[in-house]
């Protein structure tokens, strides 16, 4: 029987690979071998004789539990998470992942891919309950230690079973802990974990102010649910080091270590407590490293001292320096390790006997604020720095880590600021070992209005998040200072509109955190809010976003050192608002866009230059000042598949860090080896400004280094004797359009779609065809008379409602000439998108293989000249009115173009007060009016300083609502078309109504459109 099962394997064999290679062939596919986030482990070797793990990473079981039927998120109880059945789910999951990670940054196919473990079931992306199952063995010679749960991070509301037992509850998402299982575990044995977690969305508590009473960071936070950072079981010591606080003390010529020792027996212990001091040798980046110097370079003097039983007592060893230390700096990061001791105190006739040893390093270097500047090692320094939000599987390994950092070098840039929530620990790690100094920021993120901010439990769990953090980061050298929060009191003035109750809570907040930050660090005085200024003078720090000249020159007249945590315009600004400083070009193409935004950015720089700022940025060089990269796919005109990207190839049971199966293509603007076709980065204009600004001896004046554009020779015509326009979409005037062309003249035909396209082909030596392509955006190809006085911003409607100019494109015959053509750049793939997404889709835009999009153009035929065009001769939006009447106006079919407008650029409605509806009272009526906005003011992730709208009405006005709600303050306008219901009392001369839009920013008054015709 062997013989044909051994030939039913190998031909199964030989099939499949046939199949991988036929499949290799038609799909972009590359493999990875090596491991996508290498990892030394839990602890150190100088540590292990002590202490021993198992990583439990690797296939655990996974069961989904339903909400209950009707349940409504933020409104109804948080669901009680049932008890788990034998019912397990066939497909394991990948820990450590979110199981609802591959919904992640999902804008259905158009941004980047960011589905990393395609294995799982598409169901689990709803999931907001399940319970997770894993196996494992206690050796037995763990008896007698403490055995314990380690996460490094786990998202959600977690409850743990053990062995059947109950072992613990947290809730949390970014930050470590652990759990004690020790009289739960069977030694020599087989155990069995448990983990029932609760999406931290189900504790939602939706309210006038924000919904989250936790901390959720960004993107990254809000969305995750699960164990998404290595686990890990523990057997330690009994008795052992449970911190360790180095302070490195330069002024006073000491290293100071605070140690932190719990006795976990029953009985008094008396021990010696002592510290050897080793140089930490590196590996070649990114590749972690343990390995230490064999020669002590500094011995603390060894201490004894007595625990008492079920107790935990605090230690301080100090030493003098002398110079035996190297600084760390960012030019020299010299790091150190510290291996800390625990042993019974040596009798004259025996050895001494270790019980513990605590690895921890550090560096030897300290920082200071003195006469508003920043000082490290008491010499004055500036902070060039970037940040950006965190994003998941891409980000979550030291490869990416080490990338980032060397595009910063790169852009002469010396800082990050690890944004909007606790970043995995080995960032830090590669930042002391590159010498990037850190702003460490908190889950504190306020931007998306999203925070429950009257709500006490919020405030408590940020203090709470808060002393975590510092005790999770404060040994790490390349931290320099605390970022306590982030655009919290924007968000209550401009989007929220709280009390100022509301504001006294987050001003008593600022002072204590710094309250916790200066107990639990006092070697750090920078202490910050990032856009918060210096939270009404109770922080050291001012630091603002945005707001340009005018805010640094109010952080600078703070007296304080001060700095700018974001600037610039390269994530939100629409080409409309980049043409202020690059023209035309800033419509034609994504580059254009980001040559305006390098301008721009790089006047930013140089402003905070010449201000002295102590921390300077912009927002921000990782993101878009470097391209999303087309992992794995050589074909960009092609969208990508779940067939394409990088695959990875390596995965062990029991290997710390993420393992991801793919990472897809445009996930990421950084390859660190990934794809080897790609380079580690590309640029956009923005790194050119960044470095530039950053170097030592910035240009005089910033250019975008730009490609040649060639300048097209205009179609030269003759003077058009007689024009004649015609609406396609109505009855076509046959004889008139012969007699036109008969006499040389023009025939302009609009609104051509497929249902009429065959009628106008009778006039053609050759026929049209059409092809479905909707366009917001507009170019010229051939300059022609028929566009003059036509610029690049009367062809641009992406930001109004709708914004389609055209759906259908002309496929062109060889004696046609292309004037007008729908802009490559799908401009709707970038407005008002997802931060995430926005870049990605913008770019995808531009590559992938899209119909014609030729939409005006010229034909010769019967001695005159056809132009034809899918344009609406009747278009509902007033810009796309004039633009068609400065068409028909250059084809002599027009001499009048002026028009009424129901919203002037002032602000001032002057509606049609014919078609008022009854109210149902007396001598009152309703008012409708639609008002279209190109951004939401309730959202300040679209762009920061929400502009202020009012509306200023007469006494006949009694009442206002807008979108169903009165209007009871500022007009909170969402992005689109807005409903305005304005009841009106009749006076003795009729109905009346005057009125006018107001705004804290007049030019923005100028983007909105008005109608009193329902869109």
Known sequence: MKQPVLFFVLLLTLSTRAQRVQYAARAQHLQYTGPFAPSTGHFHPAEAPYRQSICLNGNWQFQPIPLPSNFKEGIDATPTLPKPTDDWDKTPIRIPSPWNVNSFADRQGQGGDFCTYPSYPKSWATIK?????????????????????????????????????????????????????????????????????????????????????????????????????????????????????????????????????????????????????????????????????????????????????????????????????????????????????????????????????????????????????????????????????????????????????????????????????????????????????????????????GPKLDDPDFWQDSRDQLQQQLLRDRNHPSVFGWSVSNEVKPVIRNVMHGPQSMMDTLLNNFTQWAAICKRLDPTRPWISADGEDDGDGRLPLYIVHYGGTDAMDRARRSGKPWGVGEAGNAYYATPQQVAGTNGARAYQSFLGRMEGVATSSWSSLMAQRSRDAVYRSVFNLVWYGLQPLPLGMKDTTKPPTLDDGIFFTSFKEGQPGVQPERLGPYCTTLNPGYDPSLPLYLTWPLFDAIKDASSPSPSPQFTPRSPATTTQTPIPTPDIPASLVVDATQTIPTEKIRQTLSKGGTVLILGLNPANINEVNHFLPSPLTLTPRTASSLDIVTPDPITKNIAAADLYFSELRPPEIITNGIETTPNSIIILQACNTDWLKWNKQPEYAKTAMVLRSERESKPSGACLIRIPADGGNLLLSTLPANPHLQKAQQLIEKIETNSGARTDTTATTLLQPNGDLTPDLRNLQPSGKKDQAWLDLWISSPRSLEDLLSEPDIPVVDLQTTKETLEVRLNDKPVTGHLRLLQGWNHFRILLQQTPDGYTFTGRLTSNHPEFLKTLSATTTKP
């Open 129 to 449: 309950m399940a319970w997770l199952k894993k196996d494992f063995t206690i050796p037995s010679d763990w008896k007698g230690k403490r055995i314990s749960l380690y996460f490094e991070a786990l998202a959600g509301d977690a409850s743990i079973i053990v062995n059947g037992k109950p072992a613990g509850h947290k809730f949390d998402i970014f930050l470590p802990f652990s759990i004690d299982i020790t009289d739960l575990v069977n030694y020599g044995k087989n155990n069995e974990v448990r983990i029932g977690i609760r999406k931290p969305s189900l504790f939602d508590r939706k309210g006038q102010y924000g919904r989250r009473p936790y901390q959720a960071g960004s993107f990254w936070g809000q969305h995750i649910a699960g164990i998404w950072q290595d686990v890990y079981v523990e057997a330690l010591p009994p008795v052992r080091i449970t911190n360790t606080y180095i302070r490195p003390l330069l002024d006073s010529n000491t290293l100071r270590a605070d140690i932190t020792i719990t006795n976990e027996t029953t009985t008094a212990q008396t021990l010696t407590l002592s510290g050897d001091i080793y140089r930490w040798l590196p590996a070649k980046l990114p590749d972690p490293s343990t390995n230490l110097s064999t020669t002590v370079t500094l011995s603390f003097p060894a201490q004894n001292i007595t625990i008492p039983p079920n107790s935990t007592i605090n230690q301080t060893l100090s030493i003098t320096v002398n110079n035996q230390l190297q600084k760390w700096s960012p030019d020299t990061p010299n790091l150190y390790g510290l291996v800390a001791y625990l042993s019974l105190p040596r009798a004259k006739t025996t050895k001494e006997k270790k019980l513990d040893a605590s690895y921890t390093r550090f560096g030897w270097r300290q920082t200071r604020l003195k006469d508003g500047q920043f000082l490290l090692n008491n010499q004055p320094f500036t902070l060039k720095g970037d940040s950006w939000h965190f994003l998941g599987i891409p980000q979550m390994t030291r490869r990416y880590a080490w990338a980032w950092f060397t595009a910063l070098h790169d852009a002469h840039l010396n800082a990050v600021r690890l944004h909007a929530q606790p970043y995995p620990q080995f960032y830090l790690d590669i930042a002391d070992e590159m010498g990037i100094l850190v702003l460490d920021e908190t889950a504190v993120w306020a931007s998306d209005g």
